[in-house]
């Protein structure tokens, strides 16, 4: 059994070295490649480069246009994430501690939002109508409906673990139902609200499709449709195509290295108790 026990132990390690290896190898290889000559960079080869070309870097902020595009990109995960978080902590709030028929089928058609795909037709028409095609308001208040039901079904398991006796305390203190949320209860979902901050900012900001579709000026683009230009401009340039990918992921694996900790109890929390 012992035997047994180090050899899964073993198959485990290689398994994870195995998958550390798939992820940790293409950023390799962009960043190499993102300091190399554009002819050393033709190839997308392993090898360091003769000299490292930081230059690169420097071309591509200009060229690009980034700076722009990192604020835009930073504005539409902020303010997208604020407000599916305040509001998806509401509604998975109610939902949870009101478990009737209708409140439980509610929640039942907010979660199937995780698995149906966007009718991107239907929006839209849901977007012209509502004069949101071509504007910032629009686009923050798309990324904030797609991260709602993930966000309601991660809170809602979450609320297990807060109890009921809390509300009664605050409402019989002479609390307002919306001043008891928010000074009592919304304090205490601190774990899995820093999760679904940091899970909703990365999503926002690695988001393709939805400003492809719905922001036609390019002052309004953020850091995805920035990349999707740049390689368009200069897709026989690998060196410059790599600087410019390097700076695109670089903020999103900065914050998931200092959030993991939160990220990880989070959605633990939330698993155990739901």
């Known amino acids: 059994m012992y035997v047994d026990r180090r050899a899964r132990g073993s198959l485990n390690h290689v398994i994870a ?11 390799y290889l962009v960043f190499v490649n993102s300091i190399k000559t554009r002819a050393e960079a033709s190839s ?9 070309q930081w230059e690169n870097y ?32 509401m509604a998975a709030y109610v939902l949870a501690r009101r478990r009737t028929r209708s409140h439980r089928l509610i929640y039942l058609l907010l979660i199937m939002g995780i698995a149906m795909p966007t009718n991107f ?20 208040l798309l990324y904030a409906a797609m991260q709602i ?7 809602y398991a979450f609320m297990g673990s807060i109890p009921r006796e809390l509300d009664e305390a605050a409402l019989m203190d002479g609390c307002s139902p919306m001043r008891a949320f928010f000074g009592v209860i919304f304090p205490l979902m601190t774990p899995v609200l820093v999760t679904l901050a940091v899970l909703s900012i990365l999503n926002i900001w690695n988001e393709f499709l939805m400003p492809l579709y719905f922001l036609n ?6 850091m995805t449709l920035a990349v999707y230009n740049f390689f368009g401009m200069y897709q026989s340039d690998w060196s410059l ?32 108790k739901g």
């Not at 998958?19 to 950023?27: A, H, Y």
């Not at 392993?46 to 490292?52: E, K, M, R, S, Y």
């Not at 037709?121 to 923050?140: A, K």
Request: with cysteine; aromatic share 8%.
């Open 217 to 222: 000026s390019s002052s309004d683009w953020p």
């Open 149 to 155: 039901p993930f966000s309601v079904f991660l809170i």
């Open 17 to 27: 070295a195995i998958v550390g290896l798939l992820v940790v190898v293409p950023i």
């Open 121 to 140: 037709v239907t929006l839209m028409q849901v977007m012209q109508w509502t004069n949101l095609v071509n504007t910032q308001i629009g686009i923050i």
């Open 241 to 272: 195509v790599s600087a410019d990918v390097v700076l695109t992921i670089l903020p999103v694996i900065l914050i998931y290295l200092v959030a993991q900790r939160w990220i990880l109890s989070g959605m633990s929390t939330g698993a155990v």
């Open 44 to 52: 997308m080869g392993v090898g360091l480069p003769a000299v490292p």
């Open 58 to 89: 420097a071309t591509v902020i200009e060229e690009g246009k980034l700076v722009g595009a990192f604020f835009n990109s930073l504005l539409y995960s902020l303010t997208a994430t604020a407000i599916c978080v305040v509001l998806a902590a």
